[in-house]
T-cell receptor, first 115, second 110 residues
Framework: EAGVAQSPRYKIIEKRQSVAFWCNPI?????LYWYQQILGQGPKLLIQ????????DSQLPKDRFSAERLKGVDSTLKIQPAKLEDSAVYLC?????????????FGPGTRLTVL | QKEVEQNSGPLSVPEGAIASLNCTYS??????FFWYRQYSGKSPELIMS????GDKEDGRFTAQLNKASQYVSLLIRDSQPSDSATYLC??????????FGTGTRLLVSP
């Protein structure tokens, strides 16, 4: 079974530029998550989709971050404009349905450096 | 108060010893608790989940939950150098949302 795919793996941009990350979840997984992991910290949930609807985006900085999950499969996360403090690893995860009972599988992540 | 608290470590144990990792959480309504392992430069992977008070064993790993004390722990028996990693505690809070602690770095020396 293929795992969660993410691209790109690494990205370096200058502040105020825009960037987009892509995620393809495990086939059949209804729930998709985007996490931000700053060095030395645990993953922080940015947004959670169930199929193509948003379940939680309370910690998504909506003035600069946006995410979509068209057709309930792939997802993109965009940052525009980027700030220095956005430097982090962006992790995509997926689960069958419920995060409380179904295992979340993480992708390899995208390491973003904002200069 | 942070929602999920862990000692950042590092916790150093010799090979073959028992490693004890601890986590406290603030939401008394939480029902689901998880331990993830994260190797340096890699993504987290689930190693244990626990939902009821008491102990749950899986191979060399034992998760312990005490909801009254809002405390969850992970014991690793016969620790191996390959167990050296950061261990993340995650707690379900609110509506099907996981909150992660900052992780405890474990170092197992040969």
């Amino acid at each position: 079974e293929a795992g969660v795919a993410q691209s790109p793996r690494y990205k370096i941009i200058e502040k105020r530029q825009s960037v987009a990350f892509w995620c393809n979840p495990i086939s059949g997984h209804a729930t998709l998550y985007w996490y931000q992991q700053i060095l030395g910290q645990g993953p922080k949930l940015l947004i959670q989709f169930q199929n193509n609807g948003v379940v939680d985006d309370s910690q998504l900085p909506k003035d600069r971050f946006s995410a979509e999950r068209l057709k309930g499969v792939d997802s993109t996360l965009k940052i525009q404009p980027a700030k220095l403090e956005d430097s982090a690893v962006y992790l995509c995860a997926s689960s069958l349905v419920h995060p409380s009972t179904d295992t979340q599988y993480f992708g390899p992540g995208t390491r973003l450096t904002v200069l | 108060q942070k929602e999920v608290e862990q000692n950042s470590g590092p916790l150093s144990v010799p090979e073959g010893a028992i490693a004890s990792l601890n986590c406290t959480y603030s939401d008394r309504g939480s029902q689901s608790f998880f331990w993830y392992r994260q190797y340096s430069g890699k993504s987290p992977e689930l190693i244990m989940s626990i939902y009821s008070n008491g102990d749950k064993e899986d191979g060399r790993f034992t998760a312990q939950l005490n909801k009254a004390s809002q405390y969850v722990s992970l014991l690793i028996r016969d620790s191996q150098p390959s167990d050296s990693a950061t261990y993340l505690c995650a707690v379900e809070t609110g509506f099907q949302k996981l909150v992660f602690g900052t992780g405890t770095r474990l170092l197992v020396s040969p």
